[in-house]
């Protein structure tokens, strides 16, 4: 069965503070796939990135970056010098492949990161 | 690109109407939708699989009775909530996948129901 686990609850930094979303994940499959979105206030997920199992080079965007780790089944995001717009709900995500199971997500709990000024 | 939208973004009703949904993909085809539905705090639950031209697939404890989906389009599924009462208030998101090397999920910005 697959599965996700955000163990963060909820995270709180002052701005300009880096902090990290952790994510762990359990699959059979050997194909699949990660995401991270993010649900700010208005509800709206927004999609912030997506890796294949093959591809364990860690991401850079901006000040977001992404660790993926297949050793420790772990996808963990960080933000360096959180600002107030960052405030919001972080969901972890996987997929199989769309022959397995049509590809369908499964979510973690999600993060509530809340950044103060 | 990769834009959906939902419509309404807030609907209020009396118990014992129906309510429609719409979940349009507007810069892109796709073939598969999903219904999610989500509580206040917690995580996004699948409610079903909608594929355009073919019967949507219901996750387990999901009434298909209760909540009729129609993918008449590549980028239009509607979900109605049937018959709605207070317990059927929630917030209602879709999503569309792009058929691309990418298969990711867009997502709509999401529908309050609220059931009197």
């Known amino acids: 069965a697959q599965k996700v686990t955000q163990a963060q609850t909820e995270i709180s930094v002052v701005e300009k503070e880096d902090v990290t979303l952790d994510c762990v994940y359990e699959t059979r499959d050997t194909t699949y796939y990660l995401f991270w979105y993010k649900q700010p206030p208005s509800g709206e997920l927004v999609f912030l990135i997506r890796r294949n199992s093959f591809d364990e080079q860690n991401e850079i965007s901006g000040r977001y970056s992404w660790n993926f780790q297949k050793s420790t089944s772990s996808f963990n995001f960080t933000i360096t010098a959180s600002q107030v717009v960052d405030s919001a709900v972080y969901f972890c995500?996987?997929?199989?492949?769309?022959?397995?199971?049509?590809?369908?997500?499964?979510f973690g709990q999600g993060t509530e990161l809340s950044v103060k000024p | 690109g990769a834009v959906v939208s939902q419509h309404p973004s807030r609907v209020i009703c009396k118990s014992g109407t129906s309510v429609k949904i719409e979940c349009r993909s507007l810069?892109?085809?796709?073939?598969?939708m999903f219904w999610y539905r989500q509580f206040p705090k917690q995580s996004l639950m699948l409610m079903a699989t909608s594929n355009e031209g073919s019967k949507a697939t219901y996750e387990q404890g999901v009434e298909k009775d209760k909540f009729l989906i129609n993918h008449a389009s590549l980028t239009l599924s509607t979900l109605t909530v049937t018959s709605a009462h207070p317990e059927d208030s929630s917030f209602y998101i879709c999503?569309?996948?792009?058929?691309?090397?990418?298969?990711?999920?867009?997502f709509g910005p999401g529908t309050r129901l609220t059931v009197l």
């Open positions: 999503s569309a996948r792009e058929q691309s090397s990418t298969d990711t999920q867009y």
């Open positions: 995500a996987l997929s199989a492949p769309i022959y397995n199971q049509g590809g369908k997500l499964i």
């Open positions: 810069d892109f085809q796709a073939t598969t």
